[in-house]
């Protein structure tokens, strides 16, 4: 007698399985039906779910939008600044830190509380009535407020759409997905540069015309504004068609309102992230693991300068070696991951980060250096995508929002911490060096520099692998939860 047909879950989906080449339920999702080789293949094909396909799409022409709206506001803002721009641009930008410091655990609540698609809906086309106004804003504090509500939106958006995924995509495609969502954040970088750029042009050739001048088309922002108003309503209407189930849970089994419901929803949420081994280990690898290899963004061009003797060109290539490295651990996890056991990769990622960082740290020469960094990308890329998947298939629906919203709390704050106090470590260390051995230190025949960015770097590299150590001993608190 032939064995019944394996159904997936329906909670799983808005909709029944889909095959990758129709529109229609295909009992060739099941994997009874599919050769072996072709099940690696489909392992990155999540776009076999339409639900998940149409939120890939929106979030792609919302991160397009995210750039552009970053773009014109630090055109403005340097405008605006005259000789000051450069302060400027840093007190306007500095606003995007801020909802992540002191709003992300109520943004939290509020993703697990309210309608995820009408939250998300109200996020892009608030983004694109404020993005509306810029050209209308003639000051440094008016650009604040603006970039302070841009980046509460995008907080709100992005957690609800992270705790929506799992509802959309069947676990063993959350890494592939995830890696899909990594690509459209940030690959469209260099696309919303160049729209930015060309409608700059636009906007000078339209600026000679008199009765633009309303819309304020002389200003050569305001094409590329009004075209990302429109990718921010062409978001909302694609977000308007899904079906995202939510599952919603009130605190202790008993519904409360106002604010000591919201009181009790962030004490609910922050107990479940410290108590949990899996999520508190994620969460803390993710989030130190920043800390520790976002030195290297701001001590960069000086190592490249003074110890490898690379100057701007090699701080370049160092950052290419990275992009690469990232790209490469991105794309290898999507085709590899349903052969991991996810939780040993993530810490033994941290560890392989850390040695790579030392070894960079440790060159002298160009060449060497460009391969730990390569190593230390596909590491981060591979931690990246790891962290987030687990997250999303360890976690309950209701309590998702909290979650990833204490995530993306933990992730601006180590970068800002690593971007501030790595240049000063640097100094300090650098001083201290010089005091103790000259900077220079003889082991043998062999002559070892000792800068302060060598040292703040190996410091660097040893919050990572000690990352790595907490969330080893975190994992192994709690029982194992790979698939």
Same mark, same amino acid.
């Given at each position: 007698m032939a064995e019944p047909l394996r159904a997936e879950p329906p909670e799983l989906f808005d909709q029944p399985p889909?095959?990758?080449?129709?529109?229609?339920?295909?009992?060739?999702?099941?994997?009874?039906?599919?050769?072996?080789?072709?099940?690696?293949?489909?392992?990155?094909? @999540?776009f076999g779910t339409p639900a998940f396909r149409r939120l890939w799409f929106a979030q792609l022409v919302s991160s397009l939008g995210d750039w552009i709206g970053f773009f014109a506001i630090t055109a403005i803002a340097a405008r605006l600044g005259g000789s000051s721009s450069g302060v400027a641009v840093g007190v306007v930008l500095s606003a995007r830190l801020l909802p992540g410091f002191f709003? &992300?655990?109520?943004?939290? *609540?509020?993703?697990? +509380?309210?309608?995820?698609? +009408?939250?998300?809906?109200?996020?892009?086309?608030?983004?694109? $009535?404020?993005?509306?106004?810029?050209?209308?804003?003639?000051? !440094?504090?008016?650009?604040?407020?603006?970039?302070?509500?841009?980046?509460?939106?995008?907080?709100?958006w992005s957690a609800a759409k992270e705790s929506s995924v799992p509802n959309l995509v069947?676990?063993?495609?959350?890494?592939?997905? =995830?890696? #899909?969502?990594?690509?459209?954040?940030?690959?469209?970088?260099?696309?919303?540069? $160049?729209?930015?750029?060309?409608?700059?042009? @636009?906007?000078?050739?339209?600026? +000679?015309?008199?009765?633009?001048?309303?819309? /304020?088309?002389?200003?050569?922002?305001? *094409?590329?504004?009004?075209?990302? *108003?429109?990718?921010?309503? @062409?978001?909302?209407?694609?977000?308007?068609?899904?079906?995202?189930r939510h599952e919603r849970r009130s605190v202790d089994g008993v519904e409360q309102h106002g604010l000591v419901g919201t009181v009790g929803d962030m004490r609910e949420g922050w107990r479940f992230i410290t108590s949990t081994p899996i999520v508190r280990a994620v969460i803390f690898g993710l989030g130190t693991g920043l800390f520790g290899g976002g030195m290297l963004v701001p001590l960069g061009p000086s190592f490249s300068t003074d110890v490898l003797g690379g100057g701007s060109a090699g701080f370049g290539l160092l950052l290419t070696a990275l992009g690469v490295g990232v790209a490469i651990g991105i794309l290898g996890i999507s085709f590899v991951q349903k052969r991991l056991p996810h939780e040993r990769v993530f810490v033994w990622s941290l560890f392989v980060a850390g040695f790579a960082i030392v070894l960079g740290a440790s060159s002298s020469t160009l060449t060497p250096a460009l391969l730990a960094v390569g190593v230390l990308g596909?590491?981060?890329?591979?931690?990246?995508?790891?962290?987030?998947?687990? #997250?999303?298939? =360890?976690?309950?629906?209701?309590?998702? &929002?909290?979650?990833?919203?204490?995530?993306?709390?933990? !992730?601006?704050?180590?970068?800002?911490?690593?971007?501030?106090?790595?240049?000063?470590?640097?100094?300090?260390?650098?001083?201290?060096? =010089?005091?103790? @051995?000259?900077?220079?230190?003889?082991?043998?025949?062999?002559?070892?520099?000792?800068?302060?960015?060598?040292?703040?770097?190996?410091? &660097?590299?040893?919050?990572?692998?000690?990352?790595?150590?907490?969330?080893? /001993?975190?994992?192994?608190?709690?029982?194992?939860?790979?698939?």
């Open positions: 889909y095959d990758f080449a129709m529109d229609e339920p295909s009992p060739a999702m099941d994997p009874a039906f599919v050769p072996e080789a072709l099940i690696e293949v489909r392992s990155i094909r @999540v709003l &992300g655990p109520v943004v939290g *609540v509020i993703v697990d +509380r309210w309608d995820r698609r +009408r939250m998300m809906v109200t996020c892009d086309l608030g983004r694109g $009535a404020v993005l509306a106004s810029l050209p209308f804003i003639h000051s !440094i504090a008016g650009l604040f407020v603006a970039s302070l509500l841009l980046e509460l939106m995008t907080l709100s069947a676990p063993e495609f959350l890494a592939s997905a =995830n890696s #899909l969502s990594l690509i459209s954040a940030y690959g469209t970088f260099p696309i919303g540069s $160049a729209v930015f750029a060309l409608f700059a042009k @636009v906007a000078e050739w339209l600026g +000679r015309y008199q009765s633009l001048h309303t819309l /304020r088309f002389q200003k050569q922002e305001a *094409v590329a504004i009004y075209f990302d *108003v429109a990718t921010f309503v @062409v978001s909302a209407i694609i977000v308007s068609t899904l079906a995202l596909l590491c981060a890329g591979s931690v990246y995508i790891l962290g987030f998947t687990l #997250l999303q298939a =360890n976690v309950e629906d209701s309590l998702r &929002g909290r979650t990833f919203a204490a995530l993306y709390t933990l !992730i601006r704050l180590c970068l800002l911490l690593a971007f501030v106090l790595a240049p000063i470590l640097s100094s300090v260390l650098d001083w201290a060096s =010089n005091h103790a @051995v000259h900077r220079v230190v003889h082991v043998g025949a062999l002559t070892i520099p000792l800068p302060g960015t060598r040292l703040t770097l190996w410091l &660097g590299a040893l919050i990572i692998l000690g990352a790595g150590f907490v969330s080893y /001993r975190a994992l192994q608190s709690g029982p194992p939860t790979d698939a």
